[in-house]
């Protein structure tokens, strides 16, 4: 069930059910010469997609665009700085809590995203918002980072990882015809973190972060796909039984 699909008197059907939706949100961001631009966002739409579908729970649109300063030093990266994010986060939640949404789950696909996301999250409550807020990123559930450690090995990495690439290329295959797969060296460098623009261009110079998205495939996209669903549904039937006050 897709908030854009629906009309006023549906959602507020809905809500007389339930109070729960589910926002996807990602990033804008260079991912290798190989990884689309929109990697991030693609995964996590498509993993929250089918929760949303087998719970029933409303997906609202995608958020895109997402904290990326660091990967401005490549081409058609388009970053929120995080003032800007908490912004966009509390006006998201303020607007669906005034609908009556209580329980507001964003599902991720950009590490970057997840402070600022937090820090709104503790500013809402600071102002007395009423609701549960969550944050869940699909890659970080300990199942979906076992079997990209058992497909891929010491190949997975921490950006463009052929996990993240795969999930793209079983969504979206045909927009890998075109990409260049240059085999590279998967490296190891010593780096502190964040990154400013130029300090990544200079540590990982054709964008990856220690990954090597060339093994990613369709099949295991679907895979991954599965169990970041399956251990996204168990989630929230969790938060489906807190009680709000
Ligand atoms: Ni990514």
Redesign the pocket.
Known sequence: MQLENLSYVEVEEYLKRKDIILVPIG?VEQ?SPYGLIG??FIAAEAVARVVGEDMEIVVAPTLCYGVSPHHMAFKGTVAFTPATMIAVISDIVCSLISHGFKRILFIN??GGNINPVQTAFEQLKVDNTPGVFDIISWYAFDKVRKMCRDIFAGNEGH???PG?ISITKYLRPAEFAGKAINEQKVENPKYYWPLSAAEMKDVFPDGRMESAPWLATGNYGKQIVEIAAAELKKKIKTMLNLTIL
Do not use: L
Request: no cysteine; hydrophobic share 10%.
């Open positions: 990033s991912h990697t991030d696909g950009h950006h463009a990882t993240e």
